[in-house]
């Protein structure tokens, strides 16, 4: 920045503090900058700034009240939400990991599928038989539901001894599947208790809730703050009486 700019810059700032001096301390130049008045502008800061004191440990008390409350619910809701995600994951098994595939059937952790027919494991009755006068071997799946899907394998691609397998393990998986869904059955009961408990917990947000608004009744009922308001008003009176016009 050149010599120039930086006197410009000077200028103007002078200029502007004049404006805010005379704007703070009205009457004329005398009483904004003569020294035979500075006690009476002194006395008129003294009193704005008890003021602004007040007004900013006011501000303040209210904004932390505020704060304390704004993470408290901040914190009631992110409870709540993670109790809702993992009673939503728990009623959520889905297919669960793939376990093996033969023909037509394939067989997953929570579900068989044939023919792109979904099959819950839970409550599925397997069944295994082979034809006397053929190769083909089959296995009958009938869902709790007491829909029933037969799977047919020919001998010539699927040997009957591991059709037999794959229909015990099939079977297998099925008594696993009952075992994890009586675990489920608990567990979502105890996810079910955990949110209902996340959601009646308010005791932290009402007592920031209660806290916040103790400030504002202290506040708005402020003797300090009325005090130095009536001292400031009589700044004002004083500093009016002397110039004839009134501060704001």
Do not use: C
Not at 121 to 146: E, H, K, N, P, W
Not at 176 to 191: C, G, L, T
């Amino acid at each position: 920045m050149s010599v120039v700019e930086l006197v410009a810059v000077a200028l103007v700032g002078g200029v502007v503090w004049a404006v805010w001096r005379v704007v703070q301390y009205p009457g004329g130049w005398s009483f904004a900058f003569a020294p035979v008045h500075k006690t009476d502008r002194e006395n008129l800061a003294r009193a704005r700034n008890d003021v602004a004191k007040v007004r900013g440990r006011v501000r303040q008390e209210a904004s932390d009240a505020q704060n304390r409350l704004t993470r408290a619910e901040r914190a009631y809701k992110d409870r709540g939400q993670l109790a809702e995600r993992e009673l939503e994951r728990l009623r959520r098994a889905g297919r669960g990991a793939f376990a093996a595939r033969l023909g037509k059937v394939s067989l997953y952790e929570h579900v068989a599928i044939f023919e792109e027919q979904e099959i819950p494991l839970v409550g599925l009755a397997v069944q295994f038989d082979a034809a006397r006068s053929t190769s083909t071997a089959y296995i009958y799946l009938r869902s709790s539901d007491g829909l029933a899907e037969l799977a047919e394998f020919d001998g010539a691609e699927f040997p009957e001894e591991d059709v037999r397998r794959f229909s015990v393990r099939i079977e297998k998986a099925v008594s696993v599947e009952e075992k994890f869904r009586r675990r489920q059955a608990e567990s979502i009961r105890k996810a079910e208790a955990g949110l209902e408990e996340a959601r009646a917990d308010t005791a932290a947000m009402d007592a920031a809730r209660a806290a916040l608004e103790k400030v504002t009744a202290r506040h708005e009922n402020s003797a300090e703050l009325r005090k130095v308001l009536a001292e400031l008003e009589t700044a004002f009176d004083r500093w009016e009486a002397l110039t004839g016009r009134r501060p704001r």
